[in-house]
């Protein structure tokens, strides 16, 4: 059992069976594995915007993008425990920018699960920061995070 914090690189992965990885988060995110799934502020609207992509790229059609939506709104409202973004993880993400080749949202999802690391670190030994996206990976782990890098 861990407490598994997702960027959304990862976390989409749940919602397109097609993408790399896919199956791992699939089997991250069951329910009998006794996971506490974690994400940001953000990730809803990055889900959004990696889902309306797949329409965009053909990949999806407009009635899977939906499904897939409504989905995560039930996995989001039943499942993931969202964290806030305050104002030191404002001013982290700012820091990472400067330190590392990251994306805004890459850094805001970083800044996050620092901060819940920090929170849970006496809770839960075990804490994971999930992506798919390998420069994220390696920020995050040169700012101490834990990764599974999914890919």
Request: positive net charge; proline residues 3%.
């Amino acid at each position: 059992m861990a407490a598994v914090f997702f960027d959304t690189s990862a976390l989409v992965r749940r919602y397109d069976r097609t993408e790399l990885g896919a199956a791992r988060v699939r089997a991250i995110c069951r329910p009998a594995t006794g996971h506490t799934l974690l994400i940001s502020r953000v990730t809803p609207v990055e889900v959004a915007s990696a889902l309306n992509r797949k329409v965009r790229e053909r990949r999806f059609s407009v009635n899977t993008r939906n499904r897939q939506w409504r989905l995560f709104r039930t996995h989001w409202r039943d499942q993931y425990r969202m964290s806030a973004i305050k104002e030191p993880a404002w001013r982290r993400a700012e820091q990472l920018l400067f330190a590392h080749r990251l994306r805004t949202y890459d850094a805001i999802q970083i800044a996050c699960a620092l901060d819940v690391a920090a929170a849970l670190t006496p809770l839960d030994a075990d804490f994971r920061f999930c992506t798919a996206d390998r420069a994220q990976a390696q920020a995050a782990e040169r700012e101490g995070l834990a990764i599974k890098l999914i890919i």
